[in-house]
């Protein structure tokens, strides 16, 4: 417990503590950015919102993990995009993007086994199609 002279369960602030914590997440910004982007979101169920807010937080820990949670990552990826109706999954796919960039998107969902898909509504600041 914090406080019993161990050092290490002592708890300590992290000197970034305040510019983390005023900084927005890839969940909060992934709506607006899309928008943006010329997306239609109006189509998102609540479960698909979810699964998308979730795709964003997953495609920040994947632009950060090692080699050995890299795996774990895309598999979480596939399983949140997978929860998504098939009509919106392009936007999970323009995701990618926020987090990474628009080289990436074709690399990571083929990477996270998900199917290719059918339509991809090219977005406004971005490359056609990949």
């Given at each position: 417990?914090?406080?019993?002279?161990?050092?290490?369960?002592?708890?300590?602030?992290?000197?970034?503590?305040?510019?983390?914590?005023?900084?927005?997440?890839?969940?909060?910004t992934i709506g607006p950015w899309l928008k943006a982007?010329?997306?239609?979101?109006?189509?998102?169920?609540?479960?698909?919102?979810?699964?998308?807010?979730?795709?964003?937080?997953?495609?920040?820990?994947?632009?950060?993990?090692?080699?050995?949670?890299?795996?774990?990552?895309?598999?979480?990826?596939?399983?949140?995009?997978?929860?998504?109706?098939?009509?919106?999954?392009?936007?999970?796919?323009?995701?990618?993007?926020?987090?990474?960039?628009?080289?990436?998107?074709?690399?990571?969902?083929?990477?996270?086994?998900?199917?290719?898909?059918?339509?991809?509504?090219?977005?406004?600041?971005?490359?056609?199609?990949?």
């Amino acid at each position: 417990m914090a406080g019993d002279g161990n050092p290490q369960c002592s708890r300590q602030t992290h000197p970034n503590l305040h510019a983390m914590s005023t900084q927005k997440t890839p969940a909060q910004t992934i709506g607006p950015w899309l928008k943006a982007n010329g997306m239609s979101l109006g189509g998102l169920t609540g479960q698909d919102w979810s699964a998308l807010r979730a795709a964003a937080e997953i495609l920040g820990l994947y632009a950060r993990c090692d080699s050995m949670a890299e795996p774990l990552v895309l598999s979480a990826f596939r399983g949140v995009v997978c929860a998504m109706q098939p009509k919106e999954r392009h936007l999970a796919y323009h995701a990618i993007a926020h987090a990474l960039d628009w080289h990436n998107r074709a690399e990571i969902w083929e990477r996270a086994g998900l199917s290719k898909l059918d339509r991809i509504p090219p977005c406004l600041n971005g490359p056609q199609r990949q």
